[in-house]
């Protein structure tokens, strides 16, 4: 009787041990699709969706408190129009000719290596909320009135949700983004967009 119960004891234990050991695993990875358009203003419009991998990496998992870092490769559809004439100034040698070429809409690509933080408060296994910061590099492949083509740095700060099914976890996470290129190009005004995404998470 008593090896039956040591033996169901230890039985138990690797399985809660196992279980634990899951769901505390350190790596996710995701996907998610978000769209988004710039804040009412009269310069310009700007219209945004966008596709993005996720690698996640808990710094304390199963918390009720947890600490996330990611990596975050994206790749950002925009289009832009210039809308205020104005904005390019008579101080420009040919601000007749981008006057013209910037007033007409435009397809932009941004090619974006997010490095995000995430201070995520657990509601029990399922349920979280999050505040997330990034900043990443980023390839614009465009001239703009407001954004120089080539290098600069895409920001993003957000709040979210998460709820997990199974062994999926659904996110949504509405946020606010800024681009520029921190001065290091002549034409850096930036662009500036509230956005939504939806996205799916898979821990490893």
């Known amino acids: 009787m008593l090896k039956k ?9 690797t399985i809660v041990n196992a279980q634990q050991e899951e769901n505390n695993s350190r790596f996710s990875i995701g996907l998610s699709y978000g769209a988004g358009s710039d ?13 993005q991998g996720q690698v996640y990496y808990s710094l304390n998992p199963g918390k009720k408190w947890e600490y996330h870092v990611a990596l975050q490769p994206e790749i950002n559809f925009a289009r ?4 205020n004439l104005y904005f ?9 000719e981008k006057r013209e070429e910037y007033t ?6 941004e090619y974006i290596l997010n490095v995000a933080f995430f201070a995520r408060r657990n509601f029990g296994e399922n349920f979280s909320i999050y505040a997330m910061a990034n900043v990443g590099p980023m390839i614009t ?15 993003v700060f957000a709040i979210g949700i998460t709820y997990q099914i199974g062994d999926v976890i659904l996110d ?7 681009t520029s290129n921190a001065g290091l190009q002549q034409s850096n005004a930036g662009f500036n967009t509230h956005n939504i995404a939806f996205g799916v998470i898979v821990p490893l």
């Open 141 to 155: 492949d465009t001239e703009t009135e407001r954004l120089t083509e080539g290098f600069a740095f895409c920001d």
């Open 88 to 96: 390019v100034t008579p101080d420009d040698p040919h601000y007749i």
């Open 5 to 13: 119960v040591i033996i169901t004891l230890l039985l138990y234990s």
């Open 80 to 83: 832009h129009r210039l809308k």
């Open 39 to 51: 804040f009412e203003n009269t310069d310009y419009t700007y219209s945004n969706s966008y596709i």
């Open 172 to 178: 949504i996470r509405p946020n606010v983004r800024h």
């Open 104 to 109: 007409q809409l435009k397809d932009i690509r």
